[in-house]
């Protein structure tokens, strides 16, 4: 793999929620928001969505994810986004066990965790310059 930037791990690392986007098979679009624990040695963001939500239904169609995390300002100096596309699958139990370290009150919950392989970050950073952006690509 691929190094990632330290600077998107720091960004990665402050935020505990992405969006995700999904699509049906036949390209039918829908997003949702998720918790995450991010495995920064693999590139990759767990989290958990039972398996009878319309997104969860919708990625046993067509695992292929776009997902992004954002900071809210409205100081255009320091707006930070970061958007992802991968392939998301079944979480293993060394990802709970990353998981639960993020969020130790999900122990009493009966979860059903993911695992969404980035294979594309793109951070944008104003902080580093107007529209300044940082891409990794995981190399195959």
Known sequence: MTEIDPRIGKFIAKHHVLTLATATADG???CCNV???YDKTS????????NTTHHAAMMLQNSRVAASVVLETRI?????????TGQVGRAT??????YLKRFPYAVVADLTLWRLEA?????????LGFGKKLIWHRQQ
């Open 76 to 84: 255009v100096g320091r707006v930070q986004g970061l958007q992802i």
């Open 93 to 98: 139990d060394s990802d709970k066990t990353l």
């Open 35 to 37: 918790f995450y624990a």
């Open 119 to 127: 294979d594309m970050m793109k951070l944008t950073d104003n902080t």
């Open 28 to 30: 039918e679009p829908y």
């Open 43 to 50: 590139g990759a963001f767990i989290f958990t969505s039972d």
